[in-house]
């Protein structure tokens, strides 16, 4: 098997390997769970293989994860939303209607 050389690919990789070390479970364990072979594991953790998205959603379920398909036009405003505060950003990113509202 020729090694497929994707970023996105590595950097999904790199996130399930993380929530897997976070949660103290083996690749043998997500393998398991997602019902996978370990190997097969071991080539989407590190980003050397592509794999279908239904195996990838069981990947993630088995971490505890969820994947999510967005509108390519909306991944700018999704990231903008997971960036960290700015300290001086102190305004809410989100009202309801009764915050707007003025009391009397």
């Known amino acids: 098997m020729t090694p497929i050389s994707n970023p996105l690919l590595k950097d999904l990789g790199q996130r399930f390997r993380k929530a897997r070390l976070a949660a103290g479970l083996s690749q043998e364990q997500i393998a398991h769970r997602a019902n996978i072979s370990r190997p097969r594991y071991r080539d989407?953790?590190?980003?050397?293989?592509?794999?279908?998205?239904?195996?990838?959603?069981?990947?993630?379920?088995?971490?505890?994860?969820?994947?999510?398909?967005?509108?390519?036009?909306?991944?700018?405003?999704?990231?903008?939303?997971?960036?960290?505060?700015?300290?001086?950003?102190d305004c809410p990113a989100f009202k309801s209607d009764a915050e707007g509202e003025e009391r009397s």
């Open 44 to 89: 989407i953790e590190t980003g050397v293989a592509a794999a279908r998205a239904t195996t990838l959603v069981n990947v993630a379920r088995a971490l505890g994860m969820e994947m999510m398909l967005i509108p390519q036009a909306m991944v700018p405003a999704i990231q903008s939303m997971l960036q960290p505060a700015i300290e001086d950003d």
